[in-house]
């Protein structure tokens, strides 16, 4: 019987017509293997994955493969995305075993929950150096039959391994002036000159680096690290990861050149990229940065915001191509015929040349992946804006791809505070409302009366999984930036709740260390515990950033030690693997600088001359800082207690390390003071 019917899921519910009797991860799928005497087979994706499309399409779907699992194995199916402790602590074993890791990720275990055999794709046919998944199958029932006391001896060994592994963690040291400086020597020797980012194909948007190169530029004035993040925002904005017609980012590039992307669209990346072409307008005045941020803001909204007001995870890599058959980039790839189909032959040849269709074409079967590739030729604007309007009116006819509508929170709070900043720089109010939208939706649905956080809800129903520490950390920081932008004090008090659950439930109280889940969540073979960013900012260096920033708006002494002790561990890793510690890093530079404390007294809450200081405020460059924006007298914010008018009219206050500037009335110097 398949177990999959009625959960929240949108991936196990992809499975739940598979012919495999699946179970979701819970006690009693284990409790069955051991009254039968079998392993378990554990399968793990996401719901936007492409190879667990074909696997599932390739082996759960066929029959065959179905009756041989169900005999002699117990299957159990995980949502990554639901329970990212259960892959975390898989996913490290496989790195373990195999040095690679990747999904859909296959893992068979004991009764136990004790790792023996891993993988990732199997194809349905062997292939060199590549067993197939019956293959598989047969071997692992064997070795099951004829070789238990072997097999539990080998997991054994492997859970002891796990557990004896140790994280470096820097005696709970903040990272120096020295660290931060051999962190950005790190990136520059790993730096891709001629085309932006870090490393080779396939490359993924650098986000959380790109924070920090942003933030060590503002408060060092280093231009190397300037112009990294600059020409890769360039060249990314120019290739075709990003979409060229409807914006918004796809999750990684195959190749080094930013050209054809693995299609799926993550709510994670677009928030981390919003952030960072509104944090890249804001040092330079780039008009292509303003352009992607807001064009990434609008499709988040447009295409992901669910009817309740969140937003969704993510849209598919597959679509049907017109023939039926789901076929990865169909909806995003043209040839030069579709575009003369729609534009007529004479914008077709224009379009063309310049989105760098060609007649060989840069993906599959001739079609082309739309980018901007620099040239020479000079283009009349409204005709581009024309002939772009008509190709996303086309595109919108295709079938689209299909909608993980899967509300994670952690995801969401990375939305919130980007939607929050970009709508504060752009006057575009919208925006935030959005944000707030989607910060009710977490309160109203995800926060039980202790403040604890669910970490998944879909369709307005709160899934079963809890928060783990990176939900409490980035809904924190959304709504630590959604207060900044509004003044709404309240939202400080929603971040005060959740990171005192991270003090008391997440924290090592001897060492200051961090796990990402509480104390009182369910006991797998081991407490996952990563301080390196993956995908999103690691939850351990998004709880020092969200606890840092609290500490500067409230003048909580616990909540700064805590920051201060988490980062130790970036003192360890930041100069050896930068590119996997960035949000730390960036975090890191906030506490270098203070982080600056701004409250912005305003004479009336909606005045042009108050709300001028707070948009002055909210743009300042100095890393991390936060803003207290309220009506003299107010009680929202702590920052705000005895700050009076100066003659009557609004005034910013800007203090860091316990020292205070005298108040100013006139943005340019708040500007000033904030910039330099």
């Known amino acids: 019987m398949n177990r999959l019917a009625g959960v929240t899921s949108p991936y196990l519910l992809q499975h739940a017509d598979n012919p495999v009797d699946w179970w979701p991860w819970q006690p009693e799928a284990f409790e069955e293997a051991r009254r039968r005497g079998v392993p378990v087979l554990l399968s793990v994706g996401y719901s936007a994955c492409h190879w667990c499309h074909v696997m599932a399409h390739e082996s759960f779907e066929d029959e ?57 794709y199997f194809p349905p046919e062997a292939r060199p150096g590549v067993p197939s998944f019956r293959q598989v199958l047969e071997g692992v029932r064997a070795a099951w039959s004829d070789r238990r006391d072997e097999v539990a001896e080998v997991a054994g060994k492997i859970v002891r391994d796990l557990s004896e592994r140790e994280i470096a963690f820097g005696a709970g040291a903040a990272p120096g002036d020295q660290e931060t400086a051999q962190a950005l020597l790190g990136l520059t020797r790993e730096y891709d000159p001629q085309r932006g980012g870090f490393g080779g194909a396939p490359k993924f948007p650098p986000s959380m680096v790109l924070e920090f190169l942003l933030r060590h530029h503002a408060r060092t004035g280093a231009e ?51 952030r960072v072409y509104a944090h890249l307008w804001r040092a330079t005045g780039s008009e292509q940065a303003r352009r992607v941020a807001l064009e990434t803001a609008d499709f988040m909204v447009r295409e992901l915001r669910t009817a309740e007001g969140g937003f969704a995870s993510a849209l598919d890599a597959d679509s049907d191509d017109g023939t039926g058959r789901h076929v990865e980039g169909a909806y995003y790839a043209w040839t030069p015929a579709q575009l003369a189909e729609v534009l007529g032959e004479d914008d077709a040849r224009i379009a063309a040349h310049y989105f760098g269709v060609t007649d060989e074409g840069t993906f599959e079967h001739g079609s082309s992946v739309l980018q901007l590739p620099q040239q020479d030729s000079v283009f009349d604007a409204e005709r581009i804006a024309s002939i772009r309007r008509r190709l996303l009116a086309a595109r919108d006819t295709r079938p689209a791809p299909g909608r993980d509508d899967k509300v994670v929170a952690a995801w969401n709070g990375l939305a919130i505070a980007a939607l929050a900043e970009t709508g504060a720089y752009f006057d575009r109010p919208d925006l935030v409302e959005a944000a707030v939208g989607a910060a009710d939706l977490l309160v109203r649905l995800h926060l039980d009366e202790q403040a604890r956080l ?18 409490y950390a980035d809904v924190s920081e959304g709504f630590l930036a959604l207060a900044s932008v509004t003044g709404e004090g309240v939202w400080l008090e929603f971040a005060g709740f959740l990171l005192d659950h991270v003090l008391a439930r997440f924290t090592d109280p001897e060492s200051g260390a961090l796990y990402d889940t509480a104390t009182d969540a369910e006991q797998l073979v081991r407490r996952p515990q990563d301080p390196t960013d993956n995908a999103t900012p690691s939850g351990w260096s998004a709880a020092a950033g969200a606890l840092l920033g609290y500490a500067a708006q409230t003048g909580s002494t616990p909540h700064r030690a805590a920051a201060e002790r988490a980062l130790g561990v970036v003192r360890t890793l930041g100069p050896r693997v930068p590119r996997f510690v960035g949000w730390g890093l960036a975090v890191a530079e906030a506490l270098l600088d203070g982080p600056r404390e701004i409250a912005v007294v305003a004479s009336a809450a909606d005045d042009t001359a108050s709300k001028s200081l707070h948009r002055t405020a909210l743009l300042g460059l100095a890393p991390g800082a936060v803003v207290a924006y309220g009506t003299a007298g107010s009680d929202e914010f702590p920052l705000l207690a005895d700050r009076p008018l100066v003659d009557g009219g609004p005034a910013a206050y800007v203090c860091r390390h316990f020292t205070c500037e005298a108040p100013t009335t006139d943005p340019a110097e708040l500007r000033a003071a904030l910039d330099g």
Not at 454 to 471: C, H, I, M
């Open 454 to 471: 669910a970490r998944t809800s879909k369709d307005g129903r709160t899934g079963a999984n809890a928060g783990v520490l990176e939900d």
């Open 64 to 120: 065959v493969t179905a009756a041989f699992l169900n005999e002699h194995f117990v299957s159990v199916k995980v949502d990554r995305e639901e329970r990212p402790d259960v892959d975390a602590v898989y996913m490290e074993a496989v790195q373990a075993a195999t040095g690679q890791g990747g999904w859909p990720m296959t893992v068979f275990l004991t009764p136990d929950a004790e790792p023996f055999y891993f993988g990732t």
């Open 224 to 274: 190397g690290a300037l112009q990294m993040a600059r020409d890769t925002c360039e060249r990314m904005a120019r290739g075709g990861i990003y979409d060229q017609l409807g914006g918004g980012f796809a999750r990684y590039s195959v190749d080094r050149d930013w050209v054809v992307p693995h299609f799926e669209k993550m709510l994670y990346d677009n928030a981390l990229l919003c």
